[in-house]
């Protein structure tokens, strides 16, 4: 009976190995999780003398909140999708509507998906973007919103973000007027003191 026992856990085992190794075949292949910096030296050098790997075959960034604010956080989607820390290039002072509308011209064949968070405006009567998340092919994310954009992506690629950056930058948005409101009577204005 015990020999039994031993048998069928050797066949489970067994089945179980084959079933994931026919899941892994037929799995597409992406660049998520994939590590390709290693130089071609690293493997040449005597065993001992490597890097002892941690047997960990499931590695994946996890700890990482999703959800900021309103919407998505540009830098933990990069996370997620690429498995990498993103370097970051800013621009501020950009009008959202010509550089999303920029974004979809120029990358029309690089875009990858596209999250939008939109709001309904009562009166225009029209669904309105807030701000667009751009996934884009060569591991780019590009966050258009209101008053500036955000350009995610992988180190040694400064000068494709500087690029972009200054391609956006002909899109610097109006200045919003700022009012003060006039205190009428004895009051004293800040300005007159």
């Keep these: 009976m015990e020999t039994y026992f031993k048998v069928m856990a050797m066949i489970v085992l067994l089945l179980r190995f084959v079933i994931a190794m026919i899941q892994a075949k037929e799995k597409p292949e992406t660049n998520i999780g994939r590590i390709n910096s290693y130089p071609a030296t690293r493997m040449t050098k005597p065993v001992k003398e490597r890097y002892k ?5 499931t590695r994946r960034i996890k700890n990482v909140q999703l959800f900021s604010g309103h919407y998505i956080d540009a830098k ?13 290039c800013f621009i501020g002072n950009v009008d959202a509507t010509s550089a999303a509308d920029y974004m979809k011209e120029k990358f029309t064949a690089e875009i990858v998906a596209v999250y939008q968070h939109a ?3 009562h009166g225009m009567q029209e669904a309105l973007f807030n701000n667009a998340l751009f996934v884009l092919a060569g591991n780019r994310i590009i966050e ?5 954009v955000h350009v995610l992506y992988e180190p040694g690629r400064l000068d494709e973000a500087k690029d972009l950056i200054k391609a956006l930058a002909e899109f610097k948005a109006d200045p919003v007027p700022t009012f003060q409101t006039q205190v009428v009577g004895f009051a004293r204005q800040p300005e007159m003191n």
Excluded: S
């Design 76 to 88: 933990a989607l990069y996370v997620l999708y690429f498995d990498r820390i993103p370097c970051v």
């Design 53 to 57: 790997m941690k047997l960990n075959f």
């Design 119 to 121: 709001y309904f405006d």
């Design 144 to 148: 258009v919103a209101i008053g500036y």
